[in-house]
């Protein structure tokens, strides 16, 4: 069924190879809006192939609803092969693994496309964010909720700290792109040696209760699960509410789109940094506790997710909010699916598999406008 | 030199001194004065420092020595977002969009209270029509012309006495050129005093009512638009040599 994806693609890469490399500091000569779908109508004598181009036109602009025709194309082909029942439920559980990736990568590119900053440190503050609910939710026993609202605000602190600390500084310092890079990958190290000093490698979990699921339509869902589905629905749906109609959404995304520009137009960029390195952490954190909720907690958890993470960055565009929360959503179910196929061992490899296609055919993201990286 | 301030300039820089690498001045020493209600253009040869002459009143490059002064207050030091709180705006050359951002959303940026955007972005469609035609648009599908109108929208979003335009038609079709210059003009009729670094020179100074000739980082010349214009010598070495090509 990746043949179906190819082929879809196939005719952009021919025609439009996709634009790599610095688009910035070019002008981008008048770029008028081509018609090729009026071009496509002059055909009326061969009405299929003038269908075929514009439908190939069509998908050329938006290569999101080409992503969307290949999932649906993989879907089909999942359940005339593994029927019907199997693939909805390996939905339902992508459904919670997807939520955790976007929430995890919708801070992880804001940060990027405002900071230029590649913060490998991200994956750890997902870890950081499970055993501060641990300790309220184990150690000291307080509800669940609670638990999630102070590993949400640790974590928070945690990125505001760093920013103070590390990332304003070498930023004042005029650091490159490589010194910052090294020095993430040294603080997720950091990070999650001083977890390990604390909480040793023995591995733990939340006090939630696993066994108990619920049963709709033939399909199975734990109830932890169930609500970690919820949870990051209403979370994901807010967070882009928020990215698109607040006033501090906007500015984000313009700092994202050019940081130098929202400094000229008036907006206290330094705040809105601050802001956005809580809005990552406190994402992060979240994304945590629901990863423990549905697995268990160990100084791993967060660098096993760090990766495709990466690759829902990538896929949706980087720097790209609203991409980076469809595609996690997409890079969670598709990983389940290939369980189907698959020994469910190897699902991880997916998000590796989706980021190196990506990266060689759309480097600018399925979901990402036609913006260079 | 204090006087400049004293005896009525609306903004003006004393002996600005500024450059990017140490121990090398791209400006030194640069005196400028702007009245307002004027159109006051920088014209030079390329490298002269026009860009950084804008930059470095905006705050963008730390001056090493002298100040900016706008309305009597020293704005040297200050981050560009404070400056544009202080009655002065900024419309670089390049890069003057939110390209994934909406024609509305670029001018919202453009806003200092979120209270009053709404009414000051009736007011840009009325300037720029075509802005509001087009304000669901992503400002980054926008022609070079159409950026650089919702470039200028934005920096009118939160009512400037001052507005700094780097090379306003740099790049553009010759019909948005000109589109261009008469959209300068009625900006200023509306009372926004105007400062713009144009390559266009004969044009710009022909609409403006001084101007300074940057060269090598000194102001050489200064004086009304048309006396620059008609100085022989300023023809000579700044707009294209003795052949007159007078546009007009």
């Not at chain 1, 206290?268 to 629901?290: E, N």
């Not at chain 2, 955007?117 to 009736?122: L, V």
Request: proline letters at 4%; aromatic letters at 6%.
């Amino acid at each position: 069924m990746y043949a179906d994806g190819a082929r879809f693609l196939a005719p952009r890469l021919r025609s439009k190879p996709p634009p790599v490399g610095t688009g910035r500091g070019v002008p981008e000569a008048p770029n008028e809006i081509d018609t090729p779908v009026m071009e496509a109508g002059h055909l009326t004598d061969a009405a299929p192939t003038a269908m075929r181009g514009r439908l190939e036109e069509r998908l050329r602009q938006s290569p999101a609803l080409a992503a969307s025709l290949i999932l649906i194309a993989i879907f089909i082909a999942l359940v005339i092969g593994e029927g019907l029942h199997d693939v909805l439920q390996t939905t339902v559980n992508g459904l919670s693994l997807g939520a955790i990736y976007a929430l995890g990568a919708v801070g992880l590119t804001l940060v990027y496309g405002i900071l230029k900053l590649t913060n490998f440190a991200h994956g750890d503050f997902l870890t950081f964010g499970a055993y501060m609910a641990y300790l309220v939710n184990v150690t000291w026993g307080a509800p669940l909720v609670v638990a999630v609202f102070w590993a949400m605000a640790a974590t928070a602190l945690l990125g505001l700290l760093f920013e103070r600390t590390l990332w304003g500084p070498m930023r004042r310092r005029r650091a490159g792109f490589l010194q910052l890079i090294l020095m993430s990958i040294g603080l997720a190290f950091l990070l999650r040696a001083v977890i390990q000093w604390f909480w040793g490698t023995e591995i733990r979990s939340l006090d939630v209760d696993n066994t108990s699921s619920v049963e709709f339509l033939g399909l199975r869902v734990g109830e932890t699960e169930l609500i970690v589905i919820v949870v990051g629905i209403v979370v994901i749906a807010a967070v882009g509410l928020m990215l698109r109609y607040s006033l501090l959404g906007k500015r984000m995304r313009a700092l994202s789109d050019d940081l130098d520009l929202a400094e000229t137009s008036g907006i206290d960029t330094k705040r809105v940094i601050l802001y956005t390195w809580i809005f990552s952490g406190a994402l992060a954190g979240l994304a945590g506790v629901m990863a423990a909720a549905t697995t268990n907690i160990r100084p791993e958890l967060g660098f096993e997710l760090l990766l495709p993470i990466f690759a829902a960055v990538i896929l949706g565009g980087i720097g790209d909010a609203f991409g980076a929360l469809a595609a996690g959503m997409v890079l969670g179910v598709m990983t389940e699916w290939s369980t189907l196929l698959i020994d469910a061992r190897w699902k991880v490899a997916v998000g590796f598999v989706v980021l190196v296609v990506v990266l060689i055919i759309r480097p600018q993201g399925i979901f990402g406008k036609a913006k260079a990286i | 030199m204090s006087s400049a301030s004293k005896n009525g300039a609306l903004l003006s820089t004393e002996g600005l001194t500024a450059g990017y690498v140490p121990e090398v001045d791209i400006l030194t020493d640069v005196d400028l004065r702007v009245n307002e209600g004027e159109i006051v253009t920088v014209i030079g040869p390329n490298g002269a420092g026009k860009s950084t002459l804008i930059k470095s009143i905006f705050g963008l490059v730390a001056p090493r020595e002298g100040r900016v002064v706008l309305r009597g207050e020293d704005l040297t030091g200050l981050p560009p977002h404070s400056i544009t709180r202080r009655g002065m705006s900024y419309v670089p050359q390049l890069d003057n969009v939110f390209q994934s951002l909406t024609v509305e959303e670029n001018l919202e940026m453009g806003a200092l209270e979120s209270g009053r955007a709404k009414d000051r972005i009736r007011a840009i469609y009325e300037i720029f029509p075509r802005l509001g035609e087009r304000h669901t648009q992503a400002a980054g599908t926008m022609s070079g012309g159409e950026r650089q109108m919702l470039a200028m929208g934005r920096a009118l979003m939160p009512e400037p006495s001052v507005l700094l335009l780097d090379e306003p038609s740099a790049g553009l079709a010759p019909a948005f050129v000109e589109a261009i210059f008469e959209k300068v003009n009625e900006i200023n009729n509306a009372g926004v005093t105007i400062v713009m670094v144009e390559q266009n020179a004969r044009r710009a100074l022909g609409m403006s009512d001084r101007g300074y000739v940057l060269d090598l980082g000194s102001n050489r010349f200064e004086g009304p638009g048309r006396e620059l214009l008609d100085d022989p010598k300023v023809a000579e070495l700044y707009l294209g040599g003795t052949a007159r090509l007078d546009i007009s």
